[in-house]
């Protein structure tokens, strides 16, 4: 265990959200759901002004629209997101060799490795410098936690949401997890928690207390081991730069239970050939096709078949699901269907069925042929998901407010415009209207040079003889921002801390001091993070009806 808290776990504010409103400068301080918006579509990131209505991440988009039905709903743009996230994985980088990405908007860091940090005071500094510099080069926030180990440090970013840094010491580690629900603790999901709650087990103390050989007896041995170590704030996972890649998959929810065998046959194969798509362009081939199937009635099935070597061949993969599909029953319906590869490999070996059948056409790249005399399809309606960026020849850049009966509504507006802008409709099919790509949220100049530059993290220099101490920034004084916890109530716990919270606190919640009128301002970790945002009545400003739009599918995200 580490003795100094140089462990970054970096996680965005509600980062799909957050990227929507920075980008279109009408929906800043209103409340913003992104999603899936079909019928059985899932909420994947809210704004924390969708969630004064009680709107979260994973909730059934119905059930959104129903708390907050005037909020702005939008399809993902997750292009755009990716393009943030390598403006902030970039900054990450330059601070470590060792960052280890757990999604688009979530990432630990060892800042030991790369000597950014050795100490809490280097560690605080280095932390409030890269909020500084992810808000100058994307415009959004970030919350940082800073421990000595990955869980700790985890829990502590948790704490300070909305755009803050909490620091845990080390050595105060058990005492901040003592009082906390067991499913702080990573591994522990709703069916664990449940079986340790049958067992008279809610909080980490009680995991403690149990001992090691009644967790191993109620979770398994390698299960109970783990768990017990945790809860005694043992945690040597090291950050891992490179996370092996263990599948390859594809999946989609239909808005329609699918009750015709055939159709499934064709979506079976048309996601075996996507899942083949993502296996080549990672340079990677598998040796177990995995089919899943999720019924009308919710149950899932899961078909898997190994072959005798690994394979990239679109033919043989969809081969095997389609052998796979012959053992499930789709009677009833089917909402959910997926194809996966596992087993992976850097090699394939060829097929010598599909060479000796003579293969030669790649299903993926393959164009459409019209036999002699067949008619022309008619056309299809163009499609405009609600969020997405167009471009009118005569308006300029904006955005799809929603769209349906042939007609599409737009609003106008740039990144860097003061204002809401100006609102048209047009209809579907106009000649002048098309999809555009987004523009960038930041084009200012930053410290370092041009726009778009990465602004290079602040200077940590040695003094003296046989000791190290950090510099600070020119806009920080020594001893400013720097507050010690107050115990905390279950009132005042932060939105993300279960209800078993601590009611005492050795945590350290480090900001920079105040600026102008942009900085965020200071919070302690019990502070709640909705404080500080615009206070929405019962009934928020009213939106054009159609803005919301019917586009989208069912598609889902981890925000």
């Known amino acids: 265990m580490r003795t100094a ?18 980008s279109k400068p009408s929906l800043r301080g209103k409340a913003v759901v992104v999603g899936g918006l079909g019928p059985r579509g899932v909420v994947a990131t809210a704004s924390y002004e969708a969630r004064v209505f009680g709107v979260n991440s994973a909730m059934p988009m119905a059930q959104a629209r129903r708390l907050a039905p005037n909020a702005a709903y939008l399809v993902p743009r997750f292009g755009f997101y990716r393009s943030i ?15 280890e990405p757990l999604s688009l908007d979530e990432a630990f860091v ?23 510099d992810i808000r100058a080069v994307t415009g959004l926030t970030g919350s940082v936690g800073l421990a000595a180990s990955k869980m700790i440090a985890k829990i502590a970013s948790e ?15 058990r005492a901040l997890l003592g009082p906390l629900s067991v499913r702080t603790l990573p591994g522990v999901g709703p069916a664990t928690g449940d079986h340790l709650r049958r067992a008279g087990i809610t909080t980490v103390d009680e995991i403690a207390e149990a001992g090691e050989d009644e967790l191993v007896r109620l979770v398994g041995k390698a299960h109970g081991h783990g768990l017990y170590a945790m809860a005694l704030a043992h945690d040597e996972r090291p950050v891992v730069a490179e996370r092996e890649t263990k599948s390859v998959s594809v999946e989609d929810t239909y808005d329609v239970d699918i009750h015709d065998r055939t159709r499934v046959g064709l979506e079976v194969q048309r996601l075996a050939d996507r899942c083949v798509r993502r296996l080549r362009a990672a340079g990677l081939s598998g040796r177990t ?34 052998r796979l599909l012959d ?18 490999a850097d090699y394939t070996q060829e097929d010598l069925f599909a060479q000796a059948a003579g293969e030669q056409v790649d299903l993926l790249e393959e164009e459409h042929t019209e036999a002699p005399g067949e008619q022309p399809a008619a056309p299809v309606e163009r499609r405009w998901p609600a969020g997405h960026d167009v471009r009118h020849a005569g ?49 200012r100049e930053v410290e370092g040079g041009a726009a778009g530059l990465l602004p290079t993290p602040y200077p940590l220099t040695a003094r003296g ?24 109530s279950a009132d005042a716990r932060p939105a993300d801390v279960t209800p078993d919270g601590p009611t005492h606190s050795t945590a350290r919640d480090l900001h920079a001091p105040p600026a102008a009128s942009t900085a965020p301002e200071t919070r302690r970790p019990g502070d709640d993070p909705s404080a500080g945002l615009p206070q929405l009545s019962s009934e928020p400003a009213s939106l054009p009806k159609s803005w919301s739009g019917s586009d989208g599918g069912g598609a889902t995200s981890r925000p």
């Open 465 to 488: 003889t046989g000791e190290r101490s950090a510099e600070l920034p020119p806009s920080v004084e020594p001893g400013l921002g720097l507050t010690e916890a107050e115990p905390q």
């Open 327 to 344: 053992s499930v029953d789709t009677t009833g319906g089917v909402r959910l269907l997926g194809v996966g590869v596992s087993g992976l």
């Open 85 to 99: 996230s390598e403006q902030v994985m970039a900054l990450l980088r330059a601070l470590s060799p060792l960052v």
């Open 395 to 443: 308006f300029g850049h904006g955005w799809v407010q929603g769209s349906g009966l042939g007609r599409v509504t737009v609003r106008f507006e740039t990144p860097e415009d003061p204002g809401p802008g100006r609102v048209r409709t047009f209809r579907t099919d106009d000649p002048e209207l098309e999809p555009a790509e987004p523009l960038p949220l930041v084009t």
């Open 289 to 322: 096709i995995v089919l899943k199937v999720r019924r009308y009635d919710f149950s899932t099935l899961t078909r898997s078949e190994t072959l005798r070597g690994p394979t990239d061949d679109p033919g043989v993969v969809r081969e095997a699901a389609a």
């Open 110 to 132: 060892d800042l030991e490795a790369g000597g950014a940090a050795w100490d809490a005071e280097s560690a605080q500094l280095t932390g409030e410098r890269l909020r500084a």
């Open 159 to 173: 704490r300070a949401k909305p755009d803050g840094l909490v620091m845990i010491e080390p050595g105060t580690e």
């Open 5 to 22: 808290p140089t462990i970054l776990h970096l996680d965005m504010d509600a980062f799909f959200a957050s990227a929507e409103q920075a």
